[in-house]
C-alpha cells in the first residue's frame, strides 16, 4: 500500500511537472533525478527537466514523445511503457499549496531514504571515493533538503512584512559591560562577524573568555575554537572567570571545594560550553562546519554564538596561503567566516594582530589592522584594545571603535574597562575614570539600549 501511494505521489509531480507552470517554477529546482525509484520516472523527468531548462517553458506530451524516440538508449519496451505514462497525463485541478508541501515532505523522505543507503554502502566498502568520515555529513544534507521560494523582495508586495519588520525587537546578545552595550544598542545580533584588534599579550584571549564566559551565564550555549592555546588553557582562564579566583590559586584549590564551585555554576545556568582545540594554521570555515554538525548530530548541541582564536592564524578554505597575498587570503578567511556566521545564525566573535606601529600606538586606528584591511572591510564591529604602563598600573584598558554597524561609531568613541588579569575579568569602572580625550561620550541611560533587545540577562 505504501508503494502504490509512493507511485501516484510520483505521478502526480511528473504530471503537474508538465501542466502546472507555477508549481514547476517553484519546485524543479529542487527535485532530482534519483528521488524516482522507476527507471522509466527517471527517464521522464530528465526529460521534462532538460526542455523546461533549455527553452523556459513547459512541455507538452508530444514534445516529450517526440524527444523520447529520438533517445538512444531507450529500448523499445521501456519506450512502450513511458509513451503509455506520458498519455495518461492529463490537466486536473488540484491545490497548488497541497502539492507543494507534498511534494516538498516526498523529497525529504527520498533524500534521507538514498543517504541511509549511501551510508550502508559506505559501511560495506563498495563506495571506493568516500570513507565512513563521509556518513553525517550525508545524512545532514539530507535531513536540510528544503523548498526555498524565495526569489527576491518585492517592494511593494512586501511592504507589509517591511513594516512589520521595522517594528520587530532584533534579539542581540547583551554584555556584561556597559559601555559595550552603549555601543551596540543593546548587544551583538546573529549573523554577524566581531572583531578585537590588539597587539599580542594586550587582552585578545582575555576578552573572548570573559565574553564567553558572560554569555554562558546567560544561559546561552557557547562554542570557543582555539588555534593559539590548548583546550585546557582556555577553559583555565573560563574558570578563574566563573569561579572567582585567581589563576594560581586554581592550581591549589582543593577538589572538593573546585566541584562544588562548579556545581554551582551548572545550577545558574541552562547553557553548555564547548571548547574545541585545532592545530595553529590548520583549520578553516569548512572544518568549523563540520565540527558544528557534528556537535548537533553527536551531542545535540547548537550553539548561540562562536568564538574563534584568533582570525589570522585560521585558514582559508578557497586559496592555499602560498599563492595568495595575505591582503586577499585574510580577507578571504574573514568572508567565510562571516558567511558561517550566516549559515549557522551566530555570532561570531574572534581577533586579529596590530602591526609592529600599532603595536606601540595607544590611539589605534583601521590602519593598524596588520596583514590585510579586507578584514575591516568584512566584519560588522571593530573595536581596538589598547593599554600602557599607566593604564596597567590602574588595572584598566582602553577601548576605541574602529567600524560599527550597529550604531554611530564616533558615539562613544573610546572609553575604559577595568582588568583583573589575575581571574581574567573585565568590568566597568566608574565614570570618573572615563577621562578620554577625543572619546566623544555620552551618557545613555539603561532604556535607551535596553528597549532594542529582547534578551535580558
Same mark, same amino acid.
Given at each position: 500500500?505504501?508503494?502504490?501511494?509512493?507511485?501516484?505521489?510520483?505521478?502526480?509531480?511528473?504530471?503537474?511537472?508538465?501542466?502546472?507552470?507555477?508549481?514547476?517554477?517553484?519546485?524543479?529546482?529542487?527535485?532530482?533525478?534519483?528521488?524516482?525509484?522507476?527507471?522509466?520516472?527517471?527517464?521522464?523527468?530528465?526529460?521534462?527537466?532538460?526542455?523546461?531548462?533549455?527553452?523556459?517553458?513547459?512541455?507538452?506530451?508530444?514534445?516529450?514523445? !517526440?524527444?523520447?524516440?529520438?533517445?538512444?538508449?531507450?529500448?523499445?519496451?521501456?519506450?512502450?511503457?513511458?509513451?503509455?505514462?506520458?498519455?495518461?497525463?492529463?490537466?486536473?485541478?488540484?491545490?497548488?499549496?497541497?502539492?507543494?508541501?507534498?511534494?516538498?515532505?516526498?523529497?525529504?523522505?527520498?533524500?534521507?531514504?538514498?543517504?541511509?543507503?549511501?551510508?550502508?554502502?559506505?559501511?560495506?566498502?563498495?563506495?571506493?571515493?568516500?570513507?565512513?568520515?563521509? !556518513?553525517?555529513?550525508?545524512?545532514?544534507?539530507?535531513?536540510?533538503?528544503?523548498?526555498?521560494?524565495?526569489?527576491?523582495?518585492?517592494?511593494?508586495?512586501?511592504?507589509?512584512?517591511?513594516?512589520?519588520?521595522?517594528?520587530?525587537?532584533?534579539?542581540?546578545?547583551?554584555?556584561?559591560?556597559?559601555?559595550?552595550?552603549?555601543?551596540?544598542?543593546?548587544?551583538?545580533?546573529?549573523?554577524?562577524?566581531?572583531?578585537?584588534?590588539?597587539?599580542?599579550?594586550?587582552?585578545?584571549?582575555?576578552?573572548?573568555?570573559?565574553?564567553?564566559?558572560?554569555?554562558?551565564?546567560?544561559?546561552?550555549?557557547?562554542?570557543?575554537?582555539?588555534?593559539?592555546?590548548?583546550?585546557?588553557? !582556555?577553559?583555565?582562564?573560563?574558570?578563574?572567570?566563573?569561579?572567582?579566583?585567581?589563576?594560581?590559586?586554581?592550581?591549589?584549590?582543593?577538589?572538593?571545594?573546585?566541584?562544588?564551585?562548579?556545581?554551582?555554576?551548572?545550577?545558574?545556568?541552562?547553557?553548555?560550553?564547548?571548547?574545541? /582545540?585545532?592545530?595553529?594554521?590548520?583549520?578553516?570555515?569548512?572544518?568549523?562546519?563540520?565540527?558544528?554538525? /557534528?556537535?548537533?548530530?553527536?551531542?545535540?548541541?547548537?550553539?548561540?554564538?562562536?568564538?574563534?582564536?584568533?582570525?589570522?592564524?585560521?585558514?582559508?578554505?578557497?586559496?592555499?596561503?602560498?599563492?595568495?597575498?595575505?591582503?586577499?587570503?585574510?580577507?578571504? !578567511?574573514?568572508?567565510?567566516?562571516?558567511?558561517?556566521?550566516?549559515?549557522?545564525?551566530?555570532?561570531?566573535?574572534?581577533?586579529?594582530?596590530?602591526?609592529?606601529?600599532?603595536?606601540?600606538?595607544?590611539?589605534?586606528?583601521?590602519?593598524?589592522?596588520?596583514?590585510?584591511?579586507?578584514?575591516?572591510?568584512?566584519?560588522?564591529?571593530?573595536?581596538?584594545?589598547?593599554?600602557?604602563?599607566?593604564?596597567?598600573?590602574?588595572?584598566?584598558?582602553?577601548?576605541?571603535?574602529?567600524?560599527?554597524?550597529?550604531?554611530?561609531?564616533?558615539?562613544?568613541?573610546?572609553?575604559?574597562?577595568?582588568?583583573?588579569?589575575?581571574?581574567?575579568?573585565?568590568?566597568?569602572?566608574?565614570?570618573?575614570?572615563?577621562?578620554?580625550?577625543?572619546?566623544?561620550?555620552?551618557?545613555?541611560?539603561?532604556?535607551?539600549?535596553?528597549?532594542?533587545?529582547?534578551?535580558?540577562?
Amino acid at each position: 500500500m505504501v508503494e502504490i501511494l509512493s507511485e501516484r505521489i510520483e505521478l502526480t509531480i511528473l504530471r503537474n511537472l508538465v501542466y502546472n507552470e507555477e508549481f514547476t517554477r517553484k519546485v524543479l529546482p529542487f527535485v532530482k533525478e534519483e528521488y524516482f525509484v522507476n527507471r522509466e520516472e527517471q527517464t521522464l523527468f530528465g526529460e521534462i527537466f532538460k526542455f523546461v531548462d533549455k527553452y523556459k517553458n513547459l512541455p507538452t506530451k508530444e514534445t516529450l514523445l !517526440i524527444e523520447l524516440n529520438q533517445r538512444k538508449d531507450i529500448n523499445q519496451e521501456e519506450l512502450g511503457r513511458i509513451g503509455d505514462l506520458v498519455k495518461t497525463f492529463s490537466e486536473d485541478d488540484i491545490d497548488t499549496k497541497w502539492l507543494l508541501d507534498t511534494t516538498e515532505k516526498f523529497c525529504k523522505d527520498r533524500a534521507v531514504h538514498n543517504a541511509v543507503l549511501d551510508g550502508i554502502k559506505i559501511l560495506d566498502k563498495k563506495d571506493k571515493e568516500r570513507s565512513p568520515e563521509a !556518513i553525517p555529513s550525508i545524512l545532514s544534507d539530507a535531513l536540510a533538503v528544503s523548498f526555498d521560494n524565495h526569489v527576491g523582495h518585492d517592494y511593494i508586495e512586501d511592504a507589509k512584512s517591511r513594516f512589520d519588520w521595522y517594528h520587530t525587537k532584533e534579539k542581540r546578545f547583551k554584555f556584561d559591560l556597559d559601555y559595550f552595550n552603549r555601543i551596540t544598542k543593546g548587544g551583538v545580533p546573529s549573523k554577524t562577524l566581531n572583531v578585537a584588534l590588539a597587539g599580542t599579550g594586550v587582552g585578545k584571549s582575555l576578552f573572548m573568555c570573559h565574553c564567553a564566559s558572560n554569555f554562558l551565564t546567560q544561559g546561552q550555549n557557547v562554542l570557543y575554537i582555539t588555534l593559539e592555546m590548548a583546550e585546557e588553557r !582556555i577553559a583555565e582562564r573560563i574558570d578563574a572567570n566563573l569561579l572567582d579566583v585567581s589563576m594560581d590559586d586554581l592550581h591549589v584549590m582543593p577538589k572538593q571545594l573546585y566541584d562544588s564551585k562548579v556545581e554551582k555554576i551548572n545550577a545558574k545556568t541552562n547553557g553548555k560550553l564547548i571548547i574545541k /582545540e585545532y592545530p595553529t594554521a590548520s583549520a578553516h570555515s569548512g572544518h568549523f562546519r563540520a565540527l558544528l554538525n /557534528e556537535l548537533s548530530l553527536k551531542k545535540s548541541f547548537k550553539p548561540d554564538m562562536v568564538f574563534i582564536d584568533y582570525l589570522n592564524i585560521c585558514s582559508s578554505s578557497r586559496f592555499k596561503g602560498g599563492n595568495i597575498s595575505s591582503y586577499f587570503y585574510i580577507k578571504a !578567511i574573514a568572508e567565510e567566516l562571516r558567511g558561517l556566521a550566516v549559515e549557522f545564525d551566530v555570532p561570531i566573535f574572534t581577533a586579529t594582530q596590530t602591526t609592529r606601529t600599532g603595536f606601540v600606538s595607544t590611539d589605534i586606528g583601521l590602519e593598524d589592522t596588520s596583514e590585510s584591511f579586507g578584514l575591516p572591510a568584512t566584519a560588522d564591529f571593530m573595536f581596538a584594545l589598547m593599554s600602557n604602563e599607566e593604564l596597567e598600573a590602574l588595572g584598566q584598558m582602553k577601548v576605541k571603535q574602529l567600524k560599527n554597524r550597529y550604531n554611530d561609531p564616533s558615539v562613544n568613541r573610546a572609553f575604559i574597562v577595568g582588568v583583573d588579569r589575575s581571574k581574567m575579568r573585565l568590568y566597568d569602572v566608574q565614570q570618573a575614570a572615563q577621562n578620554i580625550v577625543d572619546s566623544n561620550q555620552k551618557e545613555t541611560p539603561e532604556s535607551a539600549y535596553d528597549k532594542f533587545s529582547d534578551f535580558k540577562l
